[in-house]
């Protein structure tokens, strides 16, 4: 099967001043893809390879210990998708947007939209058929749509009389 690839950039890196740290665990808890560990007492961490950047713990530390930097641009998620000629758009669901009340994963047909009321909601890309039944429910626009590049035709082959 032909892929195409969508990729995602972060904003913001993000990562945690250990010496404002009082092991909470607030941070790991709003995370939506579990990348903060910690034990009691001893300071939470962020894995910066799992880390989507979605700002949750940011905004959620009662001590400021979690700390942003801007970035340029940086790859965090390149999604393998199945090459559809009618597929225009990929969908993705923007984390720090979703309050998670589930009116995108009622009204997909494909049923490829999951989360609960606690964490932001997920697309399957795989099984996402780009109708864009989501991004049209979605009352907060937490629903992003990107633009697929089509491949263009190779140019050698139109010139061959076959």
Do not use: F, W
């Not at 390879?49 to 970035?71: L, M, Q, S, T």
């Not at 390149?78 to 009116?103: D, F, M, Q, T, W």
């Not at 939209?113 to 991004?135: E, Q, S």
């Not at 429910?137 to 009389?161: D, F, G, W």
């Amino acid at each position: 099967m032909s892929k195409v690839k969508l990729t995602l950039k972060k904003k913001y890196t993000y990562h945690i001043k250990v010496k404002k740290c009082i092991s909470c665990g607030r941070c790991a808890k709003k995370c939506p893809v579990e990348c903060i560990s910690g034990e009691h007492k001893k300071p939470y961490i962020i894995d910066p390879a799992k880390c989507i950047a979605c700002g949750a713990c940011y905004k959620i530390c009662p001590e400021g210990a979690v700390k942003r930097k801007k970035v340029k641009s940086q790859i965090i998620e390149e999604l393998a998708i199945p090459k559809n000629a009618e597929k225009r758009y990929i969908y993705h669901v923007i984390s720090e947007k979703c309050v998670s009340c589930g009116h995108c994963a009622k009204k997909c047909p494909q049923k490829c939209i999951d989360g609960n009321h606690k964490k932001p909601y997920l697309i399957d890309a795989t099984r996402c058929i780009a109708c864009g039944a989501c991004y049209k429910k979605c009352p907060k626009n937490a629903i992003a749509r990107e633009k697929v590049e089509q491949p263009k035709p190779c140019e050698s082959a139109e010139n061959l009389n076959v």
